[in-house]
């Protein structure tokens, strides 16, 4: 390659949220690694840490340039943060682990550099320096792309100030540095910069719940030196005579910034924290050195992910092996309908291969199709290949289905990579045009349900008819309650009680089952259960727990009871707790719990006074509670209750209307219908 003149423009990223533009001015850095003195430091543990925290970031600062070198270019990272420990809790701050790519096919290997750290401790007036030790540094190696360097600041004890700096070097351009901005601990200040030459584009795709105290784009002038070395007759080699190249261009510049982050904390009904934590990631999106040529872009189409895939032995040979699973399965050819053929195949496949819960959108390396199908176990991409496989082989029309779990976090749909997919279904479409998705990892699933940790979003089909799937569009998880009670003289309620767990309720119970009685005993404590029966004839079926019990009253007979029947049979309490939410509600389905007592009277009483009906809905059809009471005849009553959740996502501004809906519902249920001795 060579440069014959100076390139000019500059580049527009995609970006997630609004940003300023300006150019580019040179930026203090917000922090100065080794330039802490004792006045500083005192005024820092002076100021109290956010909620008590047990350590906080006081700064953490990364930036990121391009720059020419021997052959091609490299990416540069620097980082320094400060930290600060209160309390032994946060002792584990002052080990920092440092993720490094190497690429063992093609060669190439990330670089940690200029490693230096110190651990500060103040007494009295004054200030110890402690710098990082040579041996407190270690390397292991997590799988075949990554390694983990990880370092132990020394001396650490309630009050520390830690600080570290590092360099990366990386020859992978297409790995510009991602930066997170919120940590598990309260963070002060996070700062992170990029200069990227005009040459390279990427794609920039930006998260953040807290709004960004800086985020501004610039330009500046740029240049680096690039070395290209002689060829020779041996080959390429280097030569005191290699030709050098100054490049001169635009650079787009960014910084964002973000200060005074709480600390990230997990609340319930979340997918994986990814998802939430404020951060900024990138895609090399395109290269193009000379305007008047294309570009070479780099961040392809699924067209491209789908021939890679064809092409790549871990997934596509899956799909053109012939195995005893493919004979067996084009015996079902000839079944008239579509669906019930394909049930018929994933039942095959069930019986054959077990899932040994490896999670993975590619078969292992080295294994095969027919040594699967002989060892009878495989992780999830290898049963669902085969799957693929046999569908196909009886005459049915299946096709890849990518998604990303919901440990591996939400997609980016507009981003055609395949590093954001860890899970492969079978799609097949069916004559009247309707999506059948199939999974044949667990058998204690019908075939029309998919396995909770699928529910994410959407999944990407590839094939001819290649688009986003919803994976939303589930049964619901169904508790349903339906009880025949009598009540005493004293109070005591006495009867059968039928509990049904439907849909995905049904999933979570059946893995359970010689569980099931005691755990409702455990949710309901002041029953005593005289007999119990557990029916679950077949997945495509609810799980009933069938029980004869009672729940023991006064002593003696009273003039005036206070019955609470639905209240007694209600499962668990309120799930949100919290006064306040940072973060959206994310549930896998929607959420429908239903009971419906028949009460009948004791000899002697009339009713006194009965709860009021009620019924709310929530804005945008979000959901409902019903609540009814009726008197069939002058000794029964009939009382339901009904709470649906009708959404899988709530934003934040939604949680306190669902926390309300719950509240109230618990709170109706427990009113008391007051029965009077005539």
């Not at 402690?130 to 309630?158: G, H, M, Q, W």
């Not at 904390?265 to 924290?273: G, L």
């Not at 029309?448 to 998880?477: F, H, K, S, V, Y």
């Not at 929530?618 to 009382?639: D, K, V, W």
Request: charged share 20%; proline share 6%.
């Amino acid at each position: 390659m060579t440069f014959t003149r100076v390139f000019a423009g500059w580049l527009l990223p995609v970006v997630a949220l609004a940003c300023l533009t300006g150019t580019a001015r040179a930026q203090e850095v917000p922090i100065k690694f080794g330039k802490l003195d004792a006045k500083e430091a005192a005024t820092l543990l002076a100021s109290p840490t956010p909620d008590s925290a047990a350590a906080e970031v006081l700064c953490d600062f990364g930036q990121s340039t391009i720059n020419g070198k021997n052959e091609g270019f490299e990416l540069r990272f620097e980082r320094t943060a400060r930290l600060l420990i209160r309390r032994p809790a946060g002792y584990e701050h002052a080990t920092v682990r440092v993720y490094l790519y190497h690429n063992p096919r093609e060669g190439g290997r990330e670089e940690i550099q200029q490693l230096k750290g110190f651990t500060y401790n103040l007494t009295g007036g004054t200030l110890s320096k402690e710098p990082l030790r040579t041996e407190a540094v270690f390397s292991k190696k997590i799988n075949e792309r990554l390694d983990e360097y990880a370092f132990t600041l020394p001396n650490v004890r309630a009050g520390s100030i830690l600080e570290f700096t590092y360099v990366i070097r990386s020859p992978f351009l297409f790995n510009l540095q991602d930066w997170q901005f919120q940590q598990d601990i309260p963070v002060r200040w996070s700062e992170y910069r990029a200069v990227i030459p005009a040459f390279y584009r990427y794609k920039e795709l930006t998260r953040t719940y807290w709004p960004f105290t800086i985020n501004e784009t610039g330009t500046t002038p740029y240049s680096t030196t690039y070395r290209e070395s002689q060829q020779t007759g041996y080959g390429s080699m280097t030569t005191g005579s290699d030709r050098t190249y100054n490049i001169s261009t635009q650079a787009l510049t960014r910084r964002w910034a973000a200060k005074n982050l709480p600390a990230f904390h997990a609340e319930s009904f979340m997918t994986t924290r990814r998802d939430y934590l404020t951060r900024v990631d990138f895609e090399l999106e395109r290269i193009q050195f000379d305007p008047q040529r294309n570009p070479q872009f780099i961040t392809g189409s699924w067209a491209d992910i789908e021939k890679e895939l064809l092409e790549d032995e871990r997934f596509g040979q899956y799909l053109k092996a012939t195995t005893p699973l493919t004979t067996l399965a084009a015996i079902l050819q000839p079944m008239p309908n579509p669906a019930e053929r394909a049930r018929a195949v994933r039942q095959l496949v069930l019986e054959r291969v077990a899932y040994n819960e490896m999670t993975s959108a590619y078969a292992r390396p080295g294994s095969t199709a027919k040594r699967v199908t002989e060892q009878r176990q495989g992780n999830a991409a290898e049963v669902n290949l085969l799957l693929l496989a046999a569908l196909r082989a009886a005459g049915l029309n299946a096709q890849p289905l990518l998604l990303s779990t919901r440990s591996n976090g939400q997609i980016q749909t507009e981003l055609p990579v395949m590093s954001q997919f860890n899970y492969v279904l079978a799609h097949v479409t069916l004559p009247d045009g309707k999506d059948l998705l199939l999974d044949a990892t667990d058998a204690t699933l019908p075939p029309e349900l998919l396995p909770e940790t699928c529910l994410n979003g959407q999944g990407r089909l590839l094939g001819p008819a290649g688009r986003w799937i919803n994976l939303m569009d589930a049964a619901p998880t169904l508790l349903y309650t339906r009880a025949q009670l009598t009540a005493t003289a004293q109070g005591e309620l006495r009867g059968n009680i039928r509990q049904e767990y439907a849909g995905y309720a049904a999933y979570g119970q059946r893995r359970l089952l010689p569980e099931l009685r005691q755990r409702w005993q455990q949710a309901h404590p002041d029953w005593q259960i005289d007999k119990a029966e557990i029916v679950a004839p077949d997945v495509s079926r609810p799980v009933v727990l069938e029980l004869a019990t009672s729940l023991p009253g006064a002593e003696a007979p009273a003039a005036t009871l206070y019955l609470r029947p639905l209240q007694q049979l209600v499962l668990g309490r309120n799930p949100f707790t919290a006064t306040e939410r940072q973060f959206p509600v994310d549930f896998a389905t929607v959420q429908r719990i239903e009971y419906s007592t028949d009460l009948t009277l004791p000899a002697g009483y009339a009713v006194a006074e009965l709860p009021a009906n009620m019924q709310l809905v929530l804005p945008n059809g979000g959901g409902r509670f019903l609540f009814s009471i009726t008197q069939p005849s002058p000794t029964t009553l009939n009382l339901v209750g009904r709470l649906h959740l009708l959404k899988t996502h709530y934003s934040a501004e939604e949680y306190h209307a669902i926390r309300e809906l719950y509240t109230t519902a618990l709170s109706k249920l427990a009113e008391p219908i007051v029965l009077q001795r005539r």
